[in-house]
Structures are given as C-alpha cells and as structure tokens.
C-alpha cells in the first residue's frame, strides 16, 4: 500500500499520548502552529485517534488503534523500543514509524552505571538498615564488604548507543569492557574487547557486571537465562536496563536464591506494571526500579525535537525518516 502522506503543516494535527509525560504542554511551548491535543488513556486514545495525522506515543499503544485511525500518517514513538508496533499491520496501512532512540541515551547509561555503583556500594543495604535504625559496625569478612569498580569486568550485551555510552562512563571509572554484538565487527570502538553474540557464554566468566542494553528480538529473548547463569562467577552482578523479556526471570530467582551470582539490578520486568505477587518483590540482592531509566526533566523536549525533525522531512518530500523503522 502506498505511504498515507502527511497534509500540510497548517492542515496537520498531532496527538500526544502517554499517561504522565507532559508532551503536550512542552510543545506548545515551542509555538509551532501546529495543532496538537493531549490523551491520557488509552480509551481516550481510541475515542479521538480518529483526529490525528501524527501519534506521539508508547505504552498507550495498540495495535488495534489502526483500524480506527483512517488520518493517522506517522507515529512517533516516545520509547526507543518499537517491538509493541505491528511493523507489517502499519506498513500494509501506509502508517510510518519512527522510534526515539537516542533520546534517552545518556540517561538510560547513568542509570546503568548509578545500579552498578549501587550494588557494589551496598546503597539498598544502607537504606535498608537506616529505615531500621541500625548502625551497621566493621565488617570482617572480605568478601562482604563494599567495593570498587577499579579494574573490574564489565560485560555490555547490545553495543548501541546506550551501550557505547555506558562504556565510556566505565572507562572513567577504569573498568574493562567487553561488548557483545550480533556484529562484532561494526560500532564496538568504545570497548576494550569485542565479541560476537553467540560467543557471550565465552566471555561471561569473566564478568564482575553484566549489564544489557540490546533490543527485544528473537535472538535476544530469554538471552540470559540459566546456562548464562552459571557461566557467570559467583561475585557477578546483572543489570537489566533493555527489555524484561530479555531475561529468563525464573531463572534469575533461582540464581540468586541459590547465590549462583551475587546480584541483579532490573530496569524492565517481563510484566509491568510488576504485581504484588511477583516472586521478584521478595529476592534478596534484587534491586528494581520501575522502568524509569531514561526518564528525566529533559526527556519530553528530546523526543519533540526527533518529532520536529521527522515531520519537516516528510514535508520536505524527504524518504528517510530519523530512527525510522517503518
């Protein structure tokens, strides 16, 4: 099917949908002209999708929006991942899509690198015991200490630009890198080493931190599940700042049950909002935070400016979308 072609800029109306960022109320600040609205929900998402010529949205999604989005042209994602996105159901309408990888980077790196400083540091330890009230004394056995990243193995799996980052903020801290990449040949310059993915239980011996930043896809679903649990050494921690299902999560509650590794830090779960009786809210050694590492006081105007810059190429008559993946 043909491309749905956007109307012209003053013809043009977008929709923001997400339930908390304030897409809207950042971009009116820009003073475009350029009509928009605002939904908070994804029933109200569905009610009104019929208004717009351009989404800007990611967890409200559904794929099923389609056939009540007779205008819609372009989706511009607020995420970096777009595996929630039918890729062929919105070619086969003409839809187009574009993800806003790059627009968090920096952020989702930071928070990578504050978990691994976390863990090693003992933070939820000590918040742990000041909520308790308790002044923990000397500890005498070594290996129960806090420690230091100097000369540590950190083991990056998805060498994008996440991943590029995070290893320059562990080179600041003298840590050795070690990228795992479906091409180890491509993309890697900011690691000590590089390997190829089907190599990763190779090199996961080596690893004080295994941190993932790779996309959701076939190859990478369940990737690190119990043969890379026990290839891991004891001491290893695991962060998860990719995808949930990137993890064998049963396997991971075993692992540290068992003290098969030392610990793990989870951005992403396999099912959030995570419920009440999820195994993981009760695992020692488990940090989580609610899927809030690329979430910042910047992040609204980094996805407008991807938005901005998608829609004046396709007014420009321009193919090649930024990020575009449809």
């Not at 800007?56 to 929006?65: F, K």
């Not at 488990?286 to 829609?311: F, K, Q």
Request: proline share 3%; glycine share 6%.
């Amino acid at each position: 099917m043909t491309t749905r072609a956007l109307p012209s800029r003053d013809q043009t109306t977008i929709c923001f949908a997400h339930a908390a960022y304030r897409m809207g109320e950042r971009f009116k600040l820009r003073d475009t002209g350029i009509a928009h609205f605002e939904v908070r929900t994804r029933a109200d998402l569905q009610a009104r999708i019929g208004e717009a010529d351009v989404v800007v949205v990611s967890g409200l999604w559904s794929n099923e929006l389609i056939a009540h989005a007779p205008r819609l042209a372009f989706i511009q994602s607020i995420s970096a991942g777009t595996d929630q996105y039918a890729r062929e159901a919105l070619q086969a309408a003409g839809i187009r899509l574009a993800s806003a990888q790059g627009a968090n980077e920096r952020a989702v790196a930071e928070h990578a690198m504050a978990l691994i400083l976390a863990l090693a540091r003992k933070i939820p330890m000590a918040r742990d015991n000041q909520i308790a009230g308790k002044w923990r004394g000397l500890i005498s056995e070594i290996a129960q200490r806090e420690d230091e990243l100097g000369g540590k193995t950190l083991v990056i799996v998805g060498m994008g630009r996440i991943g590029s980052q995070l290893a320059r903020l562990a080179h600041a801290f003298d840590m050795r890198v070690i990228a795992i990449k479906r091409d180890p040949l491509r993309g890697a310059e900011a690691a000590d080493a590089v390997v190829a993915q089907e190599r990763m239980l190779d090199v996961l011996p080596e690893a004080d931190f295994v941190v993932l930043t790779c996309p959701l896809t076939a190859e990478t679903r369940n990737l690190i599940d119990a043969r890379a649990f026990a290839a891991m050494k004891p001491a290893a921690v695991l962060v998860n700042v990719a995808r949930g299902l990137v993890v064998d999560e049963d396997a991971l509650v075993s692992a540290l049950h068992e003290g098969r590794i030392a610990g793990a830090a989870l951005d992403c779960v396999r099912e959030e909002p995570l419920p009440a009786s999820a195994p993981l809210w009760h695992v020692e050694n488990l940090l989580i935070t609610p899927h809030s590492a690329g979430e910042t006081r910047r992040y609204e105007d980094n996805v407008i400016d991807l938005l901005l810059e998608n829609l004046d190429r396709q007014w420009r008559g321009e193919a090649a979308l930024k990020n575009g993946i449809v």
